[in-house]
C-alpha cells in the first residue's frame, strides 16, 4: 500500500500472533492464548429446538460437505442380517473422544422399527438370528455429532432406512408314508399314498432410500 500523503507522526506495530489474530495497540490490550483459543471453539452448524423421539436436540449444517449414510442390510446364511452403513463427508471418533460437536464426526445409531438397537463406532454391524420377527422391519441409521446432538440438513435428520422382510422359519420336511390297505379279497388293493412338505418363500433383505430423502 502506498500513503500520498505526509509522514505519521507514530508508528504503530502490529504484531501477528501464533494464534492467527493480528493485535494493534498498547500493552494493557490483552489477546487470546492458544490454550482459550482451543476451549472456545467456533460452534458448528446451528442447534434447532426440533429433537428426535430421545430428544436429541438436531444440529443443522449447510448441504455443502454435510455428513451422508446409506444403510445395507442383507440376510446371512447364519439365518441373521449383515448390517453395512457407507458413509460420506464423515467418519466416527474414538470412544475417547471430547463431548463436542466437531464437522464430519462422530457416531451412528442404528434402529430397528424406531427402537434404539445398537450404537456404532464401525461401519458394519450383525443382526442376531430370531431377533426380527415375522414380517417387514424398517433399519435406520442416524448419525450424531460427539455432544450428542443429531446431524441435520433442511431440519431434517441425517439418516438412511432399509425395509427388510423376515419370513416364518421352513418347516422341517416330513419323511414320505406310503399306505397299504389289508389284504381282502383276491385282487383287492389300494394305491400307496405320499405327504409332501410345503413350499415357502425364501426370507429376502432390500435396501431402500431414507425416509428424509437424504444420504441414499
Known amino acids: 500500500m502506498s500513503w500520498s500523503r505526509g509522514v ?10 501464533v494464534t492467527g489474530s493480528a493485535g494493534c495497540g498498547s500493552d494493557d490490550a490483552s489477546a487470546p492464548t492458544g490454550q482459550e483459543s482451543a476451549m472456545s471453539p467456533s460452534p458448528v452448524g446451528k442447534v434447532l429446538d426440533d429433537t428426535d ?12 460437505g454435510a455428513p451422508q449414510v446409506a444403510v445395507e442390510v442383507q440376510p446371512d446364511a447364519a ?9 460420506r463427508d464423515f467418519r466416527f471418533s474414538p470412544g475417547d473422544a471430547e463431548a463436542r460437536a466437531v ?6 445409531r442404528l434402529f430397528v422399527d424406531d427402537r434404539p438397537l445398537a450404537d456404532l463406532r464401525d461401519t ?3 443382526i442376531a438370528e430370531g431377533y426380527l420377527a415375522h414380517g ?15 446431524w441435520a440438513v433442511d431440519g431434517k435428520p441425517v439418516e438412511s432406512t432399509a425395509d427388510i422382510t423376515a419370513s416364518e422359519p421352513e418347516p422341517e420336511p416330513e419323511p414320505s408314508s406310503a ?11 389300494s394305491p400307496s399314498v405320499l405327504s409332501a412338505p410345503g413350499t415357502f418363500p425364501r426370507t429376502e433383505g432390500q435396501g431402500s432410500p431414507d425416509r428424509g430423502g437424504k444420504a441414499s
Not at 439365518?79 to 458413509?87: A, E, H, I, P, T
Not at 464437522?103 to 451412528?108: D, E, I, P, S, V
Not at 399306505?179 to 388293493?189: A, F, L, R
Open 8 to 17: 505519521l507522526p507514530a508508528v504503530v506495530v502490529c504484531v501477528l500472533l
Open 53 to 64: 423421539d430421545d430428544g436429541r436436540h438436531y444440529r443443522e449444517v449447510g448441504k455443502k
Open 79 to 87: 439365518g441373521g442380517w449383515d448390517v453395512r452403513l457407507n458413509l
Open 103 to 108: 464437522t464430519g464426526r462422530g457416531t451412528a
Open 124 to 126: 458394519s454391524f450383525r
Open 136 to 150: 417387514t422391519h424398517q433399519v435406520t441409521a442416524r448419525l450424531y455429532a460427539d455432544d450428542g446432538t443429531v
Open 179 to 189: 399306505s397299504q390297505s389289508p389284504v381282502g379279497e383276491p385282487g383287492s388293493s
